[in-house]
Every structure is written in structure tokens, then in C-alpha cells.
């Protein structure tokens, strides 16, 4: 899909951008760095993320499962875990009703699983969206009452399900709500939520997603039931295939979760993973957090955005690897559907804001057609955020109806947004970055109007440019084979702890050159600081070569890898930006 984005915006160079680069921090990079025996490099990067102490950066660096803070500390957990200890103890009768994207299936699993594996009369219900829409549906409680199930739990879903759940009450359930959405201003009938983010709570990490709460969940019942000797007992690796696909940051107890649940993967211990590894080309023991992100989670997410979840969840729970192996491979089928889907829709779009947007005068993209699949416009609005630099709503038409996905930017929550135009949505909800509403069609553009005008108090002008978050400042002796081996410790990077951009100022341009690929054209250049030459390439970017001249002084954003080809390792240096010295069209902030 990258290729397709290069594509729409071959000149995005020409435009204005800003490079956020950070200021200061000798004497801390230097502690860092002398007290924990890190390259200068790392210490560097540590301290522009915030890690500023030696005992943080050891935690961050060394943290291990051990450091996860008790699961009753978060409110509402010890009385959900007593609940449902009491329900396995007694036998009776659970639902877990989940939701159909990757974090939701797979939280969905792992508390189903756990429950089931200690005694407990549990069954799972995942919403099909064409059938059921988002959230809890109350087709899945009817069934869930005429089958006798006596306790109702949610997960990744029901904050916001106020007439839902109500009708559980009615059928005389006891209901546990777990879920990481913004909440309105008033809460659902249930007995039990597990939310981080309600008010009141005062819990040091909000950050957490569905598999991460039922990890905690499914923790506190295990104590109470006397059946866990130790965290890496529980399904770990559920929880950070769920971190990584719902893209909240990587930081904090969510890097934990992944970090750990990599590891779990790599010994392949759970049938269902191991087949969709196989399936996806992914070797066990290479696994690194963008497989999760990536590659993995999206045939997750695939099954449910375009038809039925249900295999997906049904192959993380399997156990017989030629079961395992035919559901990894419908995934990956459609997977390859969403994918095409995808790119027609991306085209759809861009085309048009092309024709039928001015960005001068909008601040918010807001499109809507009836050719659009609901179940990746989602997908395809964080696409235009990526090519635009702005929030994207898209709004996939059924009739009199329309189903939204949003994504955002900065100083745009999207939650916030959705109830500030709650008047004009029959539901909506979500988090800062992303949410989903249905509204009907005959409002989508008093919702252009009103998201637009929040947009004009919201965002300021530079908050519409084009941005590179530098981690640090290098000179090219200080880019080693030894000093980016160490970047490795930054591992799992993704959303919030980002692969780190180095910036190298004031090169000389030594060569400048476009080669032809199959994703379109790479660039190739050569920089020289002092004796030191380094070699650096740009997917996508081989048009650039035609505003570049040989022998000016350049500065230039990069990422640093190694690339183990043969016995040697070699740099791998993949460039994010570059510009001239003195360029007009880069804002050094």
C-alpha cells in the first residue's frame, strides 16, 4: 500500500514540513550513558523520548514481566476477577461477547481460553459487522438468554452500549464491562466496568487496549482460583498481538506486554499463531514487533472487516494444527480480498480530494460514498492522514445511513470531536487517534461544517504541516555497526516508540542518483561529513533526484538498521526526509 501513497504525492518534498529536533540534554545523555556503559547514540535517543533517569532507562531497557504492576490495582478488576472466579467455581454458564477487529477478537480469546482451561462454562460471541453493526448486539443477547448464560462479559466494547446492556439486566445477568474507549458522560448498567479510562480512575498507565485489560483479568482470576505460578502461564502472546494491532503507544506496560509476548511467540506454543506464521512467511524466530503490526494482525483484522470474524478467533483458540493451518489460510485469502478492496477505495478517495476539497480553506477531510466497503475505510482514512496531514472522516453509505471511521492527528482528538457532533451521529465513539459513528446521510454535511469549525479553534497552521520527529542529532562517525547494533535495545519499537530518525547536519552531496523499482523509484545518495562517507536510500523518493544537486551541503533524516546479508552485517540506512541547508521549506522546531 506504501507504493500507492508515493504515488498520489511524488512531490511532497516541495512542500513546507517540520523537523522537530530536540534541544539540550548534554548532562543527561552523558549520565545516561556513563552510569548504564550505552553509546552516547542510544543515550541520545533515550533522552529525547522522555527516559531521562538511569533507574527509567534501566526498566525501559531491561523491564521484564516482574515489573507489570499488580492486576488489582486497576479499579473494577479484583471485583470482576471474584465474579467470575465464582462463576468458574460454580458452574455457571459465561459469555464472552468481544468485537471483530484484532484487539477485540484476540482479547475475546485469550479470556475465553483461560477460562475455559480452568473448569469454567464459557462460550464467546465476536459481532459480524454487516449483521450486528459495532458493539454489543442485542442479537447476541436474545441467543445468550434463551441459552441460559447467566453472566455477560464485554471486552473491547460496552462503554458506551447503554441500551444493550440494559436489556442484559432485564434478562437478569450479571455484566462485566472491559474496555479501553472513551466513556460518555454517563456510565452503562453494569455491575463491573474495567476501564482506564473513566474519571475517576487514578491509574498510572490509561494507555492500555482490550487484550491488555483481560490479560489483567484473566490474571486476578487465576490468583483467586489458586491455578497461576507465574504471568508467563497466562496467553501473553494474545495480549501483544492486541497491543500491537490497536496501535496504542509502545511505551510503559504495553512494551512490557509485547516484549514478553514476543518471546511467547517465538516458541510458537499456541497452534493457531504457529499456522498463521507459517501461512504469512513469518519465521518464528525472526519475529519482531512490525510482524505483529504488519503482517500478522492484519489477517487478524482481515476476516472481520470483510465478512465474518469468526475464523479468526476460531484459529487462535485452535489446537489441531491441520484445523489451524486451513483457517490461517482463509485468513491470508482474505487478507489478499481487503488488500485490493483497499487500494481501490484509496484511490476512490484521493481522487476525490483532488477534485472536490480545498485543503486551503478545510481542515478536516470529510468524504462519504456508497462504493465504500465499511470494513476498511478505516484503514484507508489513516492512509489519507498519512498523505495529508490532517484528519480524515470517511463514510462508507448503506441507504439512509452512513458508517464512519476516523483518524487523526495531533490536537485533534477524535473522541472529543465525536461528542462535540454527538447531535448529529446516532452512536460514535473511540479514542484521540481513531473512532467509528453511523449518522444519517443527511447530516454528512452539517458534520463537514461542524468538524471544520472545531478544526478552526483546534489547530493551528503548523499543525496541518508535514512532520519528522528527530531522536537525535548525529555526527556520520558516531553511525557504526556497534552504535546501531545498540538501537536494538529500543525493540519493540512501533506506535509511540517509533524506530528513532537520526538527523546528520550540514553533509556534503557527493552522488545523487534514481533507480527504477518495482514499488516505483529509489534514491540513492552519498553524503560525506569530515572523512566519512555514508551511503543512504529512499524507497519511493527516486524523483527527488531532480532537486538535488552534486556538491551541496544537505541536511538528512534517516533510520538505522543493519542488513545481515552473507556473513558481514552492512548499514542499512533508509532516509525520511532530506533537504538543503538553508531550505525555506523545512522548519526546524
Not at 506496560?253 to 499456522?275: D, P
Not at 504469512?280 to 503490526?293: E, I, M, N
Not at 484509496?346 to 456508497?370: C, F, G, H, N, Q
Request: aromatic share 6%; net charge neutral.
Amino acid at each position: 500500500m506504501r507504493r500507492y501513497l508515493r504515488t498520489f504525492r511524488k512531490a511532497w518534498w516541495r512542500e513546507q514540513r517540520v523537523w522537530e529536533v530536540p534541544q539540550g540534554g548534554k548532562e543527561a545523555v552523558r549520565l545516561l550513558s556513563t552510569r548504564l556503559r550505552l553509546s552516547p547514540l542510544l543515550a541520545k535517543v533515550l533522552w529525547a523520548r522522555g527516559i531521562t533517569s538511569p533507574a527509567d532507562a534501566c526498566l525501559f531497557l531491561h523491564g521484564s514481566l516482574k515489573d507489570l504492576p499488580e492486576p488489582t490495582s486497576l479499579t473494577g478488576v479484583a471485583e470482576a476477577a471474584s465474579l467470575l472466579a465464582d462463576a468458574v467455581r460454580r458452574g455457571v454458564p459465561i459469555l464472552v461477547h468481544g468485537d471483530y477487529d484484532a484487539d477485540g477478537i484476540s482479547a475475546t480469546a485469550l479470556l475465553a481460553d483461560t477460562l475455559a482451561k480452568w473448569g469454567g462454562k464459557v462460550s464467546w460471541f465476536v459481532p459480524n459487522r454487516h449483521q450486528d453493526g459495532y458493539g454489543v448486539s442485542e442479537r447476541a443477547l436474545r441467543l445468550a438468554h434463551q441459552k441460559g448464560f447467566q453472566v455477560l462479559v464485554t471486552v473491547d466494547c460496552g462503554i458506551t452500549a447503554f441500551a444493550p446492556l440494559q436489556l442484559a439486566k432485564e434478562y437478569g445477568m450479571k455484566v462485566i464491562v472491559i474496555d479501553h474507549h472513551e466513556p460518555f458522560d454517563r456510565l452503562p448498567p453494569a455491575d463491573v466496568i474495567v476501564n482506564p479510562k473513566l474519571p475517576e480512575i487514578r491509574y498510572p498507565f490509561r494507555e492500555l487496549c482490550a487484550g491488555a485489560l483481560a490479560l489483567k483479568v484473566a490474571h486476578a482470576v487465576a490468583e483467586r482460583l489458586g491455578r497461576l505460578r507465574g504471568v508467563e502461564d497466562l496467553p501473553i502472546e494474545l495480549a501483544a498481538l492486541a497491543t500491537a494491532a490497536d496501535v496504542v503507544p509502545l511505551v510503559g506496560e504495553n512494551r512490557l506486554i509485547v516484549r514478553e509476548g514476543l518471546k511467547a511467540l517465538r516458541l510458537a506454543r499456541r497452534v493457531g499463531m504457529k499456522a498463521l506464521m507459517e501461512v504469512a512467511g513469518v519465521k518464528p524466530h525472526a519475529l519482531r514487533s512490525f510482524h505483529l503490526s504488519f503482517i500478522l494482525a492484519p489477517r487478524i483484522n482481515a476476516v472481520g472487516r470483510m465478512d465474518d470474524p469468526k475464523p479468526a478467533l476460531k484459529l487462535l483458540l485452535a489446537t489441531q494444527p491441520e484445523e489451524a493451518y486451513q483457517l490461517a489460510q482463509k485468513l491470508d485469502a482474505e487478507n489478499r480480498r481487503r488488500q485490493k478492496e483497499e487500494e481501490a477505495t484509496l484511490r476512490s478517495a484521493v481522487e476525490m480530494v483532488e477534485t472536490e476539497l480545498d485543503l486551503t480553506k478545510e481542515r478536516v477531510i470529510v468524504l462519504a460514498s456508497p462504493e465504500w466497503h465499511p470494513g476498511v475505510i478505516g484503514i484507508v482514512a489513516a492512509r489519507l492522514v498519512e498523505l495529508y496531514a490532517r484528519p480524515a472522516f470517511l463514510i462508507a453509505l448503506r441507504g439512509e445511513v452512513g458508517k464512519g471511521s476516523a483518524r487523526s492527528i495531533e490536537n485533534f482528538p477524535v473522541s472529543d470531536a465525536l461528542k462535540a457532533c454527538g447531535a448529529l451521529l446516532h452512536n460514535g465513539g473511540g479514542h484521540r487517534m481513531a473512532g467509528g459513528f453511523v449518522l444519517p446521510c443527511e447530516n454528512i454535511p452539517l458534520l463537514r461544517d461542524h468538524l471544520n469549525a472545531l478544526a478552526e479553534t483546534w489547530l493551528s497552521e503548523e499543525d496541518l504541516l508535514r512532520r519528522v520527529r528527530v531522536d537525535a542529532v548525529v555526527t556520520a562517525d558516531e553511525v557504526t555497526l556497534e552504535t546501531v547494533k545498540q538501537l536494538e535495545a529500543l525493540e519493540p519499537t512501533g506506535y509511540g516508540n517509533p524506530k528513532p530518525v537520526l538527523m546528520l547536519c550540514d553533509a556534503k552531496l557527493l552522488y545523487a542518483e534514481k533507480l527504477p523499482t518495482a514499488n516505483g523509484a529509489r534514491l540513492v545518495v552519498r553524503v560525506q561529513q569530515g572523512s566519512r562517507v555514508l551511503e543512504l536510500t529512499g524507497e519511493g523518493m527516486g524523483e527527488m533526484v531532480a532537486d538535488l544537486a552534486q556538491g551541496e551541503r544537505v541536511h538528512v533524516c534517516f533510520t538505522a538498521d543493519l542488513r545481515e546479508i552473507g556473513p558481514i552485517p552492512s548499514l542499512d540506512l533508509q532516509i525520511v526526509d532530506l533537504c538543503p541547508v538553508n531550505s525555506d521549506r523545512v522548519l526546524l522546531r
